[in-house]
């Protein structure tokens, strides 16, 4: 096909630059397709796809050209210069430029400066357990005021997680793993007493029944389902000897049974601001979905010396405590008794503390001890010496004692 005027000055044009090739076939077409528009009466816009092959180096790269114009301004524009080298290259540099700032740095900028802020005080709480902004409300909530806590070496320390830090002021000297879910073994038990204190009267008398944690390693008073006791006794024995049969005696005995009592546990938790805490158990002796953190353990312990009645149990070394267990009937006799008349033989036992530390002379006035074979050894210890308070919580410990006592001893020596 023959080439027109315009067609012929075009090419001459483009091949004054050997750096760009464009067949007439493709600058035919093109033009095709415009005249067909403006016979319409619309404007066209053109998409011209061209080669650009770099000398001597066979490299080549393809660039897309946008034009909006109608056929008598294009003409114009053609006639007149806009395909001069200098006019052409300096306008469309700065067309590129333009649209570079509109499609990449403006949507990007807008992202950076309100995407990322949004994302960050919208968290997602039903992702509880890993929101540590969800932690960070509820320290403000609880008047904690959470400070670098990277003050003391805890070279030597054994335990996988390790926190120390003052009761009062909350200033952090010491940190391993503060945020991670740990088992927590028997300090379950804290959390146990705080949701009995709620349940029950002091004085109230509960009965043994259900799962009363027996096997190897169990530490139990020896109850048996039928066996009756008072909550008073029952939560001395839990705190100060750390016997599961008491703590699942405590759970069982709710009107709305075991299950609702767990339920309030955790309700409890989440009161308290421990969102990476879930508990199973009262006894803590069933590790599978029973864990917290120390960073948790610290609201809990804080909840729990709030409450005087339960904070001076676990000051005592030792005490006394009393259970009754029916009498089985004589063979001879009726056994169908009401429960009421039923006799009973009742048991003293003394109990020790499980805290070895345990000694108001050198300053430990609590708190709570644990173990199970996935735990390892766990222990929070209480330090009140004049004005100087610390607590130190240790878990999965291989010298849960020797921890703690470096811990605190060393975050006395920071001024």
Not at 71 to 97: A, I, M, P
């Amino acid at each position: 096909m023959p080439e027109s005027d315009m067609q012929h000055k075009m090419r001459a044009k483009l091949n004054t630059d050997s750096d760009l090739e464009i067949s007439p076939e493709e600058l035919s077409e093109d033009n095709s397709k415009q005249g067909a528009k403006e016979e319409s009466g619309k404007l066209f816009t053109p998409k011209v796809f061209r080669s650009f092959i770099k000398k001597g180096s066979g490299q080549v790269k393809s660039r897309k050209i946008f034009a909006s114009e109608s056929s008598e301004k294009q003409n114009g524009l053609l006639s007149g210069g806009l395909f001069r080298k200098n006019g052409f290259g300096k306008k469309l540099k700065v067309h590129y430029l333009i649209i570079l700032v509109l499609i990449v740095v403006v949507p990007a900028s807008i992202y950076l400066f309100y995407g990322s802020s949004y994302d960050y005080i919208q968290p997602d709480q039903s992702q509880a357990f890993d929101s540590t902004l969800a932690v960070e409300w509820s320290e403000v909530e609880l008047g904690i005021t959470p400070t670098k806590p990277e003050r003391i070496d805890l070279a030597g320390i054994t335990a996988q997680s390790a926190y120390v830090y003052d009761p009062d002021s909350y200033e952090v000297y010491g940190q391993r793993e503060y945020h991670e879910q740990y088992h927590i073994a028997s300090i379950t038990k804290l959390m146990t007493a705080l949701v009995a204190d709620d349940y029950y009267e002091w004085d109230e008398e509960i009965e043994a029944k259900g799962d009363l944690m027996r096997n190897d390693y169990s530490k139990i008073l020896g109850l048996k389902p039928g066996d009756k006791m008072e909550v008073d006794d029952a939560l001395r024995a839990m705190l100060i000897g750390s016997y599961n049969d008491a703590a699942e005696a405590l759970g069982n005995s709710v009107e709305g049974g075991y299950s609702e009592f767990i339920e309030a546990m955790n309700q409890k938790a989440g009161e308290f601001g421990m969102h990476n805490t879930v508990f199973s158990n009262t006894s803590g002796l069933v590790d599978e979905g029973n864990y917290s953190t120390p960073r948790d353990l610290q609201k809990l312990i804080a909840q729990f010396m709030k409450n005087e009645d339960l904070a001076e149990l676990v000051r005592r070394p030792a005490d006394k405590i009393k259970f009754k267990r029916p009498v089985e009937p004589e063979a001879e006799e009726d056994s169908g008794q009401a429960a009421d008349e039923l006799e009973y033989e009742e048991f003293e036992q003394v109990i020790y503390t499980t805290n070895r530390l345990l000694d108001e002379k050198y300053g430990i006035v609590g708190l709570k001890t644990g173990y199970t074979n996935w735990a390892g050894q766990c222990y929070v210890a209480y330090y009140i010496n004049g004005e100087q308070e610390r607590v130190a919580i240790v878990l999965d410990s291989e010298r849960r004692f020797e921890d703690a006592e470096a811990m605190i001893d060393r975050s006395l020596s920071v001024q």
